[in-house]
């Protein structure tokens, strides 16, 4: 099975209590799943328009060392390639996001949508995915889910905003799951969802709700035994997600069920939990290795 995705690749720089960075690492909703997919084997190809810039450089050299296609990652000079800086308190746990550096005051790069001239080329890997995968939205986006799902691939829709309603609705109707936070949009916005659509509503630590065929299933939320950094806890629900469906050859969203949805939301808790004792939002795989996380995935 083949997983191509789209929306937001960036550098993350987390800070822990100080000017300078800890570290910094490929980040942002899309890259960390695509990512994390193609370290653990799976065939990913992510579609992207960065720039040539250093930034951009290394966003691509760590997807493609990951095991990631990197032949459809856009590189333009008239792009700045994105940065977020987390600005995590050791403290209390809390984290919070800038596209600006806290010591210079610098403004980095921001996100840039594939263009019509980005996903010419990306049509025929559109259409012959398994699953398409969208955290940001624009025309070309829509128009890219659009194909997928004509193609018969699972979409997979995980925005942060609604940047523009006619667009949203579009890709609604075409979408498969979705997949939003109640801190980031109104709970209601599924009710626009096509009728044998899946939605996952997440709530933080009050776990989080699949929606389908009119009943609701709640997940509680993993218990994580230690908590130093929630970022990313929920790109390991997604990760979860994929996987299962991946590990589980479900091809189509006909062939999608409940009872898949549900296990592979569960699987990604138990990411997610262990992931919240490390910084930085794939810390697991940092610290623990791609073997240890296959580990916990057969074991959940």
């Known amino acids: 099975m083949h997983v191509v995705g789209t ?8 800070h822990v209590g100080m000017d300078d960075p800890l570290f ?5 909703s899309c890259g960390n799943v695509l990512i994390s997919l193609a370290m653990l084997g799976r065939s990913v190809t992510p579609v992207l328009r960065l720039g040539t810039d250093s930034v951009g450089e290394r966003l691509e050299r760590e997807l493609r060392l990951a095991g990631a296609d990197t032949s459809l990652v856009s590189r333009r000079t008239d792009v700045r390639s994105p940065v977020i800086v987390e600005l ?13 550096c806290p010591a210079s005051a610098e403004r980095f790069g921001r996100y840039q949508s594939i263009t019509f001239d980005d996903l010419e080329p990306a049509r ?29 691939a699972i979409v997979h829709f995980e925005p942060s905003a609604i940047p523009d309603a006619e667009l949203f609705a579009r890709a609604l109707s075409v979408a498969h799951i979705f997949k939003y936070s109640v801190d980031r949009l109104p709970d209601d916005v599924a009710d626009r969802l096509r009728p044998d659509a899946f939605s996952i509503v997440t709530s933080g630590r ?7 065929d009119g009943r609701v299933y709640h997940c509680e939320a993993s218990n994580a035994d230690v908590v130093r950094d ?15 469906i991946i590990q589980g050859a479900v091809h189509g969203p006909r062939s999608l069920s409940i009872s898949t949805v549900l296990a592979g939301v569960r699987t990604g808790q138990k990411l997610a939990a262990a992931n919240c004792a490390f910084i930085g939002a794939r810390g697991l795989f940092r ?14």
Do not use: K, N, Q, W
């Open 7 to 14: 929306g937001l690749v960036a550098l993350d720089r987390i």
């Open 24 to 28: 910094e690492e490929l980040g942002g």
């Open 88 to 100: 995590l308190d050791p403290e209390s746990s809390h984290h919070s996001f800038s596209f600006v």
């Open 124 to 152: 025929s890997a559109v259409s012959d995915c398994s699953v398409f995968y969208a955290d940001r939205l624009s025309d070309t986006i829509c128009i890219a889910m659009e194909a997928a799902a004509a193609g018969g």
């Open 206 to 212: 009050s776990g989080l709700d699949v929606r389908h």
């Open 230 to 244: 929630t970022c990313g806890a929920g790109d390991m629900v997604t990760l979860g997600l994929l996987e299962t």
């Open 287 to 300: 610290e623990c290795g791609v073997e240890h996380v296959r580990r916990l995935l057969a074991f959940a």
